[in-house]
Antibody
């Protein structure tokens, strides 16, 4: 059974760097076709894709945030880590990590973590 | 970047009604479109991918169609469990992008 769980701070101050960890189970981060992405959702608003990392360590970023984002994986710990620099109150959102649906041939997400609400406030 | 315009933003309907939600892509995305359902306090759930393929366990009352760059999600007979917000997502090119969402409410 595939599961993902986000962890990290729920409150950060403006200008700080946010680091979120996605711990996965039920699949290997190094298996062919595997991808893990991050998506965020401000309170009461829509979904915004942030980043994706593949089994071979390749990655993609949303260009609107690319300069602020880093995504890495640790296969020994079954973790994917997203960092976002220079946090601002507009970055207040629920952050989700999600598993790429490998059978689809492209990037859609079939399993999601429960999400972590991150508030940016001084 | 590809913009996904979803409409309506909300719809009120009764149990048993037929509901259709549309999503328009700003450019050709072939059939690389997915639909998600999200309930309050929950993560999105994948319903449909590749325009019309139902994901595992999704009831057959859900269906998806494409006409050019216009995509639709239809619920043939709305059930109490279907009251939720629905999002489309294009997966043709990066950056991935979502529609603004459609809230399906009880009338």
């Amino acid at each position: 059974q595939i599961t993902l769980m986000e962890s990290g701070p729920t409150l950060v101050k403006p200008t700080q760097t946010l680091t979120l960890t996605c711990t996965v189970s039920g699949f290997s981060l190094s298996s062919n076709g595997v991808g893990v992405g991050w998506v965020r959702q401000p309170p009461g608003k829509g979904l915004e894709w942030l980043a994706l990392i593949y089994w071979y360590d390749g990655s993609h970023f949303n260009p609107s945030l690319k300069s602020r984002l880093t995504i890495t994986r640790d296969t020994s710990k079954d973790q994917v880590v997203l960092s976002m620099t220079n946090m601002d109150p507009v970055d207040t959102a629920t952050y989700y990590c999600a598993h790429r649906f490998s059978n689809s041939g492209y990037v859609v997400f079939d399993y999601w973590g429960q999400g972590i609400l991150v508030t940016v406030s001084s | 970047d590809i913009q996904m315009t979803q409409s309506p933003s909300s719809v009120s309907a009764t149990v048993g009604a037929r509901v259709t939600i549309t999503c328009r892509a700003s450019q050709d995305i072939s059939s690389w479109l997915a639909w998600y359902q999200q309930k309050p306090g929950q993560a999105p759930r994948l319903l449909i991918y590749a325009t019309s393929t139902l994901h595992n366990g999704v009831p057959s009352r859900f269906s998806g169609h494409r006409s050019g760059t216009d995509f639709s999600l239809t619920i043939s007979s709305l059930q109490p469990d279907d009251f939720a917000t629905y999002f489309c997502q294009q997966a043709n090119v990066f950056p991935l992008s979502f529609g603004g969402g459609t809230r399906v409410e009880i009338q």
